[in-house]
């Protein structure tokens, strides 16, 4: 297919998909003497591969880039799930990182992993982030959250074994780390957009106030003849 035709099938607009041919994001089109490059099904995945990770993951372009070339260098070898999670947990805390706040964060979240017993790198981005996390959490006197960081782990553990028996077992190493990423970001959006509705769901029940008869939405009005 023609760009063109390739922009009708994806929804993406012609001067973004030449934007991310530029940019290296979508791989060039098949040339052909005398005729202008044809497009074919990958395209198109990686297309509604670009526009999840932006629109839904709200991913910033940079790191989509990063993560394409990934897709696009590591195709005869295992996806690097480790370094997929890196490169979607960007947060600098450059600047927290010398003070006894941080250190003492940084050993609370330490002994989180020892009683969970998880195996995480020092240097990992999520670590830091999670300090971070603390950090602040401390500073605006949050000890109420604080005190569930092992519930939160709990549940996380539980989703992430879900998320991994939930990947296939076999498949090629670009359909596995496309699987990966997909599985990383948008099973955050996943994650956080049905905590939400939790806890729309608990706060009604507790406190009995703006909730919402589903059962009774776009059902027909009844018929006010006899």
Known sequence: MRIAELSRRTGVPVPTIKYYLRERILPPGRETTGVAPRYGPAHVRRLNLVRALVDVGGLPMATVRDL?????????????????????????????????????????????????????????????????????????GQANLLGLLDEYAASAE?????????????????????????????????????????????????????GVDHRSVDREPASETG
């Open 68 to 140: 394409v070339a990934d897709l696009d260098s590591r195709r005869t070898a295992p996806p690097p799930l480790r370094d997929v999670s890196a490169r979607t947990t960007a947060l600098d805390q450059r600047e927290h990182r010398e003070t006894g706040l941080w250190r003492e964060a940084s050993a609370e979240a330490d002994a989180l992993f020892h009683r969970r017993g998880w195996r995480i790198r020092e240097n990992h981005p999520a670590r830091q982030q999670l300090i971070g996390l603390v950090v602040h959490l401390r500073q605006l």
């Open 158 to 210: 539980h989703l992430a074994t879900a998320e991994m028996r939930a990947m296939p077992a076999e498949s090629d190493a670009s359909s596995a780390l496309e699987d990966a990423v997909l599985n990383m970001v948008l099973g955050d959006v996943i994650s956080s957009t049905l905590r939400r509705l939790a806890q729309e769901h608990v706060s009604v029940g507790r406190f009995g106030a703006g």
